[in-house]
């Protein structure tokens, strides 16, 4: 390791466990959700019930886990690391519209604050990280936000369902 590169690490931390904050703002942001978000969209949107957010949010964070895992392993490769860094996005996409849901609605928005204090934090430093890096390249990066745009899209037309 170069002198650059024992700081850069030691400042920044491991490359490869910037792909696990995926996992942990989709964990802590559901938890927050939790009991309260399908009441929510229930009185703002289309019916949900508790099982109906158990069934999509379930294999949703094995999903998000596994790529975490896969993309931070030292032979990740570039679809997994591509993948979490479109989940990361997709998060922040989500807190706007959680943000601004709770504006429109003048009503708590289950998952506003972790989508405010992780969510946004998180997305702004991995994409830091990744600039400053080059974990994936930037029009890699660029499409990868766009992907992450269109899953946000997706999971907020399911609301309307």
């Known amino acids: 390791m170069t002198q650059t590169t024992v700081q850069s690490t030691a400042r920044y931390g491991s490359p490869s466990a910037v792909f696990w904050l995926p996992s942990g703002t989709f964990l802590l942001h559901t938890l927050e959700e939790l009991p309260d978000f399908p009441r929510w969209v229930s009185t703002h949107f289309g019916h949900m019930g508790l099982l109906e957010f158990a069934a999509i949010h379930i294999p949703l964070i094995a999903l998000v886990i596994w790529t975490s895992y896969r993309a931070q392993a030292p032979d990740g490769s ?8 479109a989940f ?52 890699t990066a660029l499409t990868a936000t766009g ?15």
């Open 78 to 85: 570039r679809v997994w690391r591509f993948m979490a860094y």
């Open 88 to 139: 990361q996005w997709q998060f922040a996409f989500n807190a706007l519209f959680h943000l601004g849901a709770a504006a429109m609605f003048r009503d708590y928005s289950p998952g506003m604050v972790t989508a405010a204090t992780v969510a946004l934090p998180a997305t702004a430093f991995m994409t830091m990280l990744n600039r400053r890096r080059a974990i994936l390249p930037p029009r």
């Open 147 to 161: 992907v992450g745009a269109a899953l946000a899209a997706a999971a907020v037309g399911f609301l309307f369902l």
